[in-house]
Structures are given as structure tokens and as C-alpha cells.
């Protein structure tokens, strides 16, 4: 348990927005996902600070972010699916359907900022 909080482990470097390499540069210019989009419009970095890391492997690495984006967004839905029935089980099939909507596109920055940190994480092995 301590392991996977700690430096080194994948799940530090998605919740902390590091690159996948050397867990010191960023992954994204700025750690709030709205920010992010609205606010700079940033995108990811090109390259890591700290070890100059290209985070892009190959043209068109970002495509599989969005399997990655697709779970996060059904997990999510489940989620809201669940905390809704909870709350009000009367709720009509059609008004669950366009919270739940509502939520994803609310949630769709977060989701994008973690699915391309998530996925390039499939692939770079955190290196000392
Ligand atoms: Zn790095």
C-alpha cells in the first residue's frame, strides 16, 4: 500500500501529473484539468523539463488515449447511475440518461487531462 502512493509507481505520477519517465517534469503545463482547457488552452507539453522526454512516441500516440477516455467515462457513469438511484429511485429514465449526460460533458476535462496521462503510462517504464 505505501508503495503505491510513493514515487515510482504509476498511480503517484497520474495523480501528481508527472512525466511517466523521471516522476519530476510535468505532464501538463498546468495540474487543474479546467484550467487547463479554458483558461491557457495549453495542451499537454511537448517535452518533459527535466529529462527532455518527448511525450508524444509517434504520430498519432494520442488516439489510444481515447479507449482510455471511453472506460473513464462509463466508470463515471456508473458512478452518477448509482448515486442517483440512490438519492431518488423514481427518477425517469429519460432524466437519468441527460444527468448523466450533463455530467460527462461537465466531467470531459478532467477526463481528457487523465486519459493521455493514463495511457502514455501503459507504455513509458519510470526510469531513476
Ligand atoms: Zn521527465
Do not use: H, T
Request: with cysteine.
Amino acid at each position: 500500500m505505501y508503495k503505491f502512493f510513493s514515487k515510482g509507481s504509476k498511480f503517484y505520477g497520474i495523480i501528481n501529473n508527472l512525466c511517466p519517465k523521471c516522476q519530476s517534469g510535468r505532464f501538463w503545463k498546468e495540474s487543474n484539468p479546467y484550467k487547463n482547457i479554458f483558461d491557457k488552452n495549453l495542451g499537454n507539453c511537448d517535452s518533459c523539463d527535466n529529462c527532455s522526454f518527448k511525450y508524444e512516441i509517434e504520430p498519432g500516440f494520442w488516439y489510444g488515449a481515447m479507449y482510455v477516455s471511453y472506460a473513464l467515462a462509463i466508470i463515471f457513469s456508473i458512478l452518477i447511475y448509482m448515486l442517483l438511484v440512490n438519492i431518488n429511485n423514481d427518477i425517469e429514465v429519460f432524466n437519468q440518461f441527460l444527468i448523466i449526460s450533463i455530467s460527462i460533458l461537465l466531467i470531459s476535462p478532467v477526463n481528457y487531462f487523465y486519459s493521455r496521462i493514463i495511457w502514455i503510462n501503459f507504455f513509458v517504464k519510470y526510469q531513476k
